[in-house]
């Protein structure tokens, strides 16, 4: 192998690929970046066996070959150097050297034989999404999915595809966040498979929408075995393995008839939250809520800190009523409202609660209260 490339596009492509290199494995070449030549340019990829990156670049290619590179040291190492030419080649003792202007150095591989395939020819579905709309929703929906692998199936984030719409939802089993788009091009889908329903990692979703912030479209292909989803931007391609199980039954978590509803203004109920956190944080991450009238009053009591009450202004309709959240997760729900007015849809003290922002009527939001103790 042997081949030329400038230094700022080699070092943009490893920090996005190194971000895929498995931290915690018993595989040593999954700590590797593979090098490789592929149709005139240098294609650089990794895999933690869930997801997986492939990152083209041009280069002047030499000789063509393949191997990997502890992609720690490579990645950090390349970072370090300036702008410019660099030369890079692999000798017969299987060491890659870097010549730069300023700096020689070898680094050990190990080959290219070794390192997992990851196939993404055959494909049954393909489409393009527009990435401003995919990027909301992702936004809007994954950080509700559990962070932990206590329950895989939880860790995902559910995808519907009709041939003109899809779904999204996410759920910790705490929270839930549910979202429907029209599609501007529909999908060719085949009617007796419709809809099409997948479980994807929600770090999948958000690792794709950062890759292609530069993007206007992303093109998503689900392939033959239904096993894997692929991405494919003009440099870059990022697969991920579809997780498998059965997803909770989500449309019975969501209430159908609520007794009272809120409307209050997304800023002052921020800052209320936030006020009310310093308390909260103390005690379990309770905020007790209390519903009358023509208001909204927040509690958050902290016996070794103190306690708090903050009074909103709100548009109340239907009945008076108490019911306690963990804080946490309205400032999660705050912090990806876009409209000035948020609405909040409450039953009895121990039914889930409804928050939507008025701006996006497609967007729900679900979260479980707290039991009130006197």
Known sequence: ????????????????????????????????????????????????????????????????????????????????????????????????????PNAQSSFTTMPSDDFPTQNTSEKKYTFDLDYSLLSET???????????????????????????????????????????????????????????????????????????KNEKKINVALTNDERQVVFVLEDLELLTRLIEGDYPDYQKIIPKEFNTKLTIDKEDFSQAIKIASVFARESANIVRFKVDKNSVELTANAPQVGQNKNTLEAKVEGESMEIAFNYKFISDFLSICKGDFVTVKLNQSLSPGIFEDQNDPNFTHVIMPVRLQD
């Open 138 to 212: 992702v936004a809007q929906i994954a950080f509700a999915a559990a962070t932990d692998d206590n329950r895989p199936v939880l860790t995902a984030v559910l995808w519907q595809f009709t041939p003109d719409a899809f779904t999204m939802v996410a759920t910790d089993g705490f929270r839930l966040s549910i979202k429907t788009s029209k599609l501007i091009n529909p999908i060719n889908l085949d009617k007796q498979q419709s809809p099409v329903t997948f479980l994807i990692p929600s770090k999948a979703l958000s690792e794709i929408v950062r890759l292609s």
């Open 1 to 100: 192998m042997k081949f030329s490339v400038l230094q700022e596009n080699l070092n943009t492509a490893l920090t996005h690929v190194s971000r895929f290199v498995s931290a915690k494995t018993q595989l040593p070449i999954l700590k590797n970046i593979l090098f490789a030549i592929d149709n005139g340019r240098l294609k650089l990829s990794a895999t933690d066996l869930k997801i997986g990156i492939n990152y083209w670049i041009g280069a002047k290619i030499e000789k063509e070959s393949s191997i990997t590179v502890p992609a720690k040291e490579i990645t950090e190492f390349i970072s370090y150097l300036s702008p410019g030419k660099l030369d890079i080649s692999v000798n017969d003792k299987s060491l890659l050297s870097v010549h730069s």
